[in-house]
């Protein structure tokens, strides 16, 4: 099985890439914020409470997100393979992921973090702002914030896998073409 977090700041192209992955290897994107949008979408009762963390780029409560990524995994037990985007991104979530994995017997084979300029990540975020509409996406206050809170809770997760030796640095920088065959080449020689 191929079990791959994708890791990096908001911004660094994750979405994009794990759509192309996905097809590739035949494995299954698990998308913590997509869901959290779709529940957003549907006015459910998680959907609703996330709002309020998601509106000011806070990290909705690692018990909810856990909760969602266990719901998913058991969804689909025939996966190739699972592509963990915008998940895990607090060391609790990591630790949370690697004992529902073992429980399963199944593991995490990497960690692949793509790396992008600070400047490159605010120009993608406010142009996917005006693409896709995310509200997220529009407000300099929330992009500055969500990279703030990456940078405090989520990198030490570089760490947490490179003492697994799981990690793996792909440069997120120039064309998709270039990115996706970096992202394969590191798959190839895992
Ligand atoms: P994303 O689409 O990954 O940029 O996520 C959008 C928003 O959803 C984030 O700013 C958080 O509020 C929330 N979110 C997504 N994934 C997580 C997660 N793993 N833990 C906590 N909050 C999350």
Redesign the pocket.
Known sequence: MLNIVLFGP?GAG??TQAEKIIEKYDLIHL????I??SELAGKTKLGLQ?KK??D???????K??ISMIETKIDQNPDANGFIF??????TA?AKALDELMSKKTIHIKAMIMLSVDHEELVSRLLNRGKIAGRS?DQDMAIIEN?IK?YNTETAPLIDYYNMQGKYRYVSGMGTLEEIFKRICETIGDL
């Not at 998308?31 to 997509?34: E, F, I, N």
């Not at 000011?56 to 690692?62: C, N, Q, T």
Request: glycine share 12%.
């Open positions: 908001p994750k979405g998308s913590t914020g997509d959290l949008r996330a963390y998601m000011k780029g806070e990290l909705v409560p690692d909810v997100v985007d915008g998940f895990p991104r607090t979530q997220d969500r809170v």
